[in-house]
């Protein structure tokens, strides 16, 4: 079982509304990525963290999303307005270094 | 940014028989290029992985050769059972910086027993 973990794992939110996914990293992770899977199953990175910086994060995620790392607390991802382009598979992953990622559950979000 | 190709889309095998996905990758700076399985509703599980400083790995009955002057590596499961039924994506990326992951576009497998 993944020991990155993942919360909900299922989110209903209609459009406009924010919706906030969080995840805890592997204990001694430092590096948290976060992934959209949509519903052909294409990975697109969202945003990336080393401890509670951000390293790198795309324009989309820069202008909609609100995200943070946090010391001692989970890191979150929040759309601030969903829209149905948002229903996708949010996936979290953490890494010791920037390559081998392992992946949480995933939070699946649904916008109606 | 880095662009990976994953072919073929759906791959349908005769259980015992051997399973071949290949990847291809634009940047020469990528050292890095694991795999991973993802069974319908779940997390994607790393499976294998390869460095530019090898050209073939095996764990069990998985396979990844690396082609780097190519710009290609691949995955190879001998001896497939129903159990490697899944999708499976590819990935490539640099160390050394803070680069991301960029997946290819998955592979359907289906082990037909």
């Known amino acids: 079982n993944s020991k990155v973990i993942q919360t909900p794992r299922y989110l209903v939110k209609g459009q406009g509304q924010k919706a906030k996914m969080r995840c805890i990293p592997e204990?001694?992770?430092?590096?948290v990525f976060w992934y959209q899977q949509n519903k052909n199953n294409e990975f697109k990175f969202l945003i990336n963290?080393?401890?509670?910086?951000?390293?790198?994060q795309i324009d989309m995620t820069e202008k909609r999303f609100s995200a943070e790392c946090p010391s001692n607390s989970p890191c979150s991802l929040e759309i601030q307005s969903s829209e149905a382009g948002d229903s996708a598979l949010y996936l979290c992953?953490?890494?010791?270094?920037?390559?081998?990622?392992?992946f949480g559950a995933g939070t699946r979000l649904s916008v109606l | 940014g880095e662009q990976v190709e994953q072919l073929p889309s759906i791959l349908r095998v005769q259980e015992g028989s051997s399973a071949s996905i290949n990847c291809s990758y634009e940047?020469?700076?990528?050292?890095?290029f694991p795999w991973y399985k993802q069974e319908p509703g779940e997390n994607p599980k790393l499976i294998i992985d390869?460095?530019?400083?090898?050209e073939r790995k095996q764990i069990q009955e998985l396979i990844v050769l690396l082609d780097k002057k190519a710009k290609r590596f691949s995955l190879h499961i001998t001896d497939t059972q129903p159990g490697d039924s899944a999708m499976y994506f590819c990935?490539?990326?640099?160390?050394?910086?803070?680069?991301?992951?960029?997946f290819g576009q998955g592979t359907v497998l289906s082990v037909i027993p």
């Open positions: 992953a953490s890494s010791l270094s920037p390559d081998t990622l392992y």
């Open positions: 204990k001694g992770h430092p590096v």
């Open positions: 963290f080393q401890n509670q910086e951000v390293l790198q």
């Open positions: 940047d020469s700076a990528s050292n890095y």
């Open positions: 390869i460095r530019s400083n090898m």
């Open positions: 990935a490539a990326t640099s160390t050394g910086g803070n680069n991301k992951l960029t």
